[in-house]
């Protein structure tokens, strides 16, 4: 059995839940990127999952983080990921969805799934509660917690419903900033904490300091307004959730160590003095940036752009209008190693949209040419999930190999060594 599965690709989520919680674990000996590329000349891009990374980069945070690991599915809800960090210790979900809650219910009948999303459908939450065994649910307005209040418990018993307000952030320093579209001010969000406590077995406060947030102090000055506000609602709690946001290396971009990260969540936490309260955590990015790569192929060159078969459309959206960088090497199986310089290239997608294009630069050999295939690492997060039908090219492969993550340093030989 070949360890390639075929994706007429957008999200998997938009294929039955059943179908793709049931895709079997690959039973042959998984191969290297290169050897697969050697061996497949793929002319469609590839999603290359590296389990083993995947596995170790959750048994590592779960050791490091001081509470329960939300992994946030919205990053990468790939079966064979979520597998993955099942087997590095991850037991609790972020969910988003109906299909994300049902995906994660139906492949770890005992995992906490966790309704992350403040605004919700009523029959997503009935769904989620009566059919899911779904028992915490975020909010942040008077109509949410309203709404959460007549599909789960319309008896007025609180059973064992969990209630946890989204906190309000003012503009942070993060790459992605997240504020503005969902949370409740200070004021606003202690009202809600004393409107939810009469229906709570569990109640919490949440927030989310930006995607891909470098500040470890952010984290400090988010727990110190909880207390605030714990302090003005004048009622005890049992959650706080300190989100998602931790980041990952990018060339160019190298967070400090997630030493520093825990530290001031475990230090900020211990000031707000909530004995019977537990910390959450909704990782994403940090979980599984590393654990995924695209292979794509050079289909035509112009000077330093290069045209290749994947784009902002597919896998690369965050290369296109966000610019961000990723670690790339060049695949090029009938020669060796390459030792010619390096140079800046900027990529065009495949479809016919102007606008399918990644300035980076991507520092590849000078003499990358049509056929030439480019191994792009940092993808296992918000890249296969991001893909679209668009123009036609729906079209992606997922092997699962057993690569080490690409070097993020530009230019760093290691690039050119790690799947050798």
């Not at 480019?374 to 918000?382: K, P, T, V």
Request: proline letters at 7%.
């Amino acid at each position: 059995m070949s360890n390639l599965r075929v994706r007429s690709a957008v999200s998997p989520l938009r294929r039955r839940v059943r179908d793709l919680a049931m895709v079997a674990p690959v039973a042959e000996a998984l191969r290297t990127v290169d050897a697969l590329v050697a061996e497949d000349r793929p002319e469609e891009p590839i999603h290359c999952i590296r389990p083993a990374t995947l596995s170790a980069t959750a048994a590592t945070f779960v050791e490091a983080f001081p509470g329960d690991v939300l992994y946030a599915v919205k990053c990468n809800p790939d079966p064979s990921v979520l597998r993955a960090l099942w087997a590095g210790g991850v037991r609790h979900f972020d969910c988003a969805s109906p299909a994300e809650v049902g995906l994660v219910r139906t492949m770890f009948p005992d995992a906490g799934i966790h309704f992350m999303h403040p605004i919700k459908a009523r029959g997503a939450i009935r769904d989620a509660w009566t059919r899911h065994g779904v028992r915490d649910f975020v909010f942040d307005s008077d109509a949410e917690l309203a709404k959460i209040l007549a599909c789960t418990t319309p008896d007025g018993t609180t059973e064992d419903l969990g209630l946890v307000v989204r906190l309000a952030l003012p503009k942070g320093g993060a790459v992605l900033d997240l504020s503005g579209k969902f949370g409740a001010e200070a004021e606003a969000a202690a009202d809600l904490l004393r409107a939810a406590r009469p229906h709570a077995a569990r109640l919490g406060l949440a927030f989310h300091v930006g995607s891909q947030c470098l500040d470890p102090l952010a984290w400090r000055r988010a727990l110190a307004l909880v207390g605030e506000v714990v302090a003005m609602a004048g009622v005890p709690i049992e959650i706080v959730d300190v989100g998602g946001g931790f980041p990952v290396a990018y060339p160019d971009m190298e967070p400090v160590h997630l030493g520093a990260f825990m530290a001031e969540i475990e230090d900020g936490f211990d000031r707000l003095d909530l004995p019977n309260a537990r910390l959450w955590a909704e990782p994403g990015r940090a979980l599984v940036a590393g654990g995924g790569s695209v292979v794509v192929q050079v289909q035509a060159r112009r000077g330093n752009m290069l045209y290749v078969n994947d784009g902002v459309y597919g896998s690369l959206a965050d290369a296109g209008a966000l610019g961000f960088r990723y670690p790339v090497r060049m695949i090029r199986p009938d020669a060796g190693p390459s030792d010619v310089k390096l140079c800046g290239f900027g990529f065009f997608g495949p479809t016919c949209d102007s606008a399918d294009v990644m300035r980076g630069p991507f520092h590849l050999p000078e003499d990358i040419a049509e056929g030439d295939w480019i191994e792009i690492g940092q993808l296992g997060a918000y890249g296969a999930c991001l893909r679209t039908g668009f123009n036609g090219f729906d079209r992606a492969r997922i092997a699962e190999v057993t690569d080490q993550p690409l070097s993020t340093e530009v230019g760093d030989d290691r690039q050119y060594a790690l799947a050798a």
